[in-house]
């Protein structure tokens, strides 16, 4: 077996890993990243970045009927050339990678190709596929634990990749299903559930909890509710998936739930050779039997230790799988030198890709020498890339009464503004902060168009402790989404000039 030496040793390549690795090159360091599939993770390849390559063409197809029907541009949908799609996403996410794969090896950044197991607090075996042995790896400074997450399964539902799918494989699953059954309302759950409705299919969305998007904001998961219901999504909430078998192929009446809609263009040729029957208990009534050609569980994810043989480094996981930091300020785990980022860590780190990111920032300016700020986890945006978007950051008004904080509230409709009617798809803006001009900014939250590109302006505010007045006293431009944010702060501030409190 040989040995090799290092600075520091990242186990996983994903947005957590290769975040951690590029910074601590950067910063002068040695690095070692292992990882067994392709650099990028699952937010590259398979989620994250596919998943808007395919949301943007069904904002695209969706296009087609709001110019039909609003602008009297006399356009229709002919139909969906899968393949072409398909040809498109899969360029934009080979390009990505191509280029993290340079940017670590501008960086030095060597990468092993491998399965990464422990075997001492700083050293890693590593089994490199057709080396005809293990490589035996030691990390001077420390070791960053990076292997994420994976979709979470239900017994009995073991994934087909065709007529059972998880957010792993939804988008690499042949054709273009008539009928999607979605398990799952959170934001993984919503986004599917939107882009098969695009593409034409019948949808049902059906999630536990007595609303979707459970941990956001009640106005956010209504007014979300209410425009996929306009869509012609059928929302289940409060409900629960009893059982589930696969069947023979359907009738093209099987799909009980969902109302169609005219103006969904051409839906898929389907999947040929049956789908799924499942039996669903609402929150009232007797039980529904829902038939579609397709079940997508999106039911959260799990995190990935599977043979790494944590316990050689003194590691164990918690209740759910999780390794926690014994501090956050670093991520450092109880085992000193041993550091955690990404999907691995439990709440209050949010399993988000661009909180890895800042994750990794950390933990590899830790091992510099550096002392950089902690990340803020009440100050990482969170998006919905549905049709429409969600879009917030920092508390909920319910979580910031819980808090006990008194709260000032304001909300205000898209469509007040000129270009909110332009675009005529609703939404809101609702502010939660301290009572006065000057009491801070708790809570942004955002429904509507593109409101994922209006967050970052409220994540400032929230993460400076800002107040209504401070964001005020900036301007806005005209005609623009933004300036219902810019109006909403006004309002608070007691500067309203189109709303007042």
């Given at each position: ?8 040793i990242?186990?996983g ?22 990882e ?6 699952t ?15 069904a ?9 039909r ?6 356009a ?8 072409a799609l ?40 590593v ?25 979470r ?12 799918v ?5 988008l ?5 299903p008539r009928?999607?059954?979605?398990l799952g ?14 593409m ?5 969305l ?19 509710t ?9 929302v ?31 839906p898929?040729?389907?999947t ?13 009534g ?11 569980v999106?039911?959260?994810r ?54 890895s990111?800042?994750?990794g ?23 919905t ?12 008004e ?10 000032a ?6 469509t ?11 939404g ?8 006065g ?6 809570g ?14 409220s994540q ?12 005020a ?12 944010v810019g109006?909403?702060f006004?309002t608070?501030?007691g ?5 007042h409190?």
């Amino acid at each position: 077996m040989s040995g090799n030496t290092t600075d520091v040793i990242v186990i996983g390549g994903g947005t957590g890993g290769y975040s951690t690795a590029l910074r601590a090159a950067h910063l002068g360091l040695g690095v070692t990243l292992v990882e067994r599939d392709l650099v990028g993770g699952t937010c590259l390849h398979r989620g994250c970045v596919p998943s808007k390559a395919m949301l943007h063409a069904a904002e695209l197809i969706d296009g087609v009927a709001e110019a039909r029907e609003r602008w009297g541009v006399k356009a229709t949908l002919d139909s969906i050339d899968w393949s072409a799609l398909v040809a498109t996403r899969d360029d934009i996410v080979s390009r990505n990678h191509k280029g993290v794969e340079g940017q670590l090896s501008a960086a030095g950044v060597t990468v092993v190709r491998g399965t990464a197991a422990l075997a001492g607090p700083r050293t890693v075996r590593v089994d490199v596929p057709g080396a005809g042995g293990a490589e035996l790896w030691t990390a001077r400074r420390g070791l960053v634990l990076a292997t994420g997450s994976r979709p979470r399964t239900l017994p009995g539902l073991e994934p087909t990749g065709k007529h059972v799918v998880t957010s792993d494989d939804a988008l690499f699953a042949p054709g273009l299903p008539r009928s999607v059954l979605v398990l799952g309302g959170g934001a993984i759950g919503v986004e599917y559930a939107s882009f098969h409705r695009s593409m034409g299919a019948e949808v049902t969305l059906v999630e536990a909890a007595e609303r979707l998007l459970p941990l956001e904001d009640a106005d956010v998961s209504r007014q979300l509710t209410r425009a996929l219901k306009k869509r012609g999504i059928t929302v289940l909430t409060g409900a629960r998936l009893l059982d589930a078998h696969l069947t023979g192929a359907p009738p093209a009446d099987a799909h009980r739930s969902g109302t169609g809609r005219s103006d969904a263009g051409t839906p898929g040729a389907g999947t040929p050779g049956g789908g799924v029957a499942a039996r669903v208990q609402p929150a009232r009534g007797e039980a529904l039997v829902i038939t579609a050609e397709r079940l997508l569980v999106a039911v959260g994810r799990v995190p990935v230790t599977d043979g790494l043989n944590l316990a050689a480094a003194g590691l164990t996981t918690d209740e759910r799988g999780h390794v926690p930091p014994a501090d956050w300020a670093t991520l450092e785990t109880a085992v000193p030198g041993v550091y955690v980022v990404g999907d691995l860590l439990p709440p209050p780190s949010l399993g988000l890709a661009h909180a890895s990111f800042a994750e990794g920032l950390v933990v590899a300016e830790t091992l510099a020498g550096l002392a950089p700020r902690p990340v803020d986890y009440a100050a990482v945006p969170r998006v919905t890339y549905s049709s429409p978007q969600t879009a917030s950051v920092g508390l909920s008004e319910a979580a910031a009464k819980d808090a006990g904080h008194e709260v000032a509230v304001n909300v205000l409709p898209l469509t007040a503004t000129a270009k909110g009617m332009v675009h005529g798809q609703g939404g809101m803006v609702k502010v939660v902060a301290e009572p006065g001009p000057e009491g801070r900014v708790l809570g942004v939250h955002l429904v509507g168009p593109h409101v994922s590109e209006m967050i970052s302006e409220s994540q400032l505010a929230v993460a400076w402790d800002a107040s209504p007045a401070d964001i005020a006293q900036h301007i806005h431009p005209h005609p623009t989404l933004t300036e219902a944010v810019g109006e909403t702060f006004l309002t608070l501030a007691g500067r309203g000039l189109h709303q007042h409190a």
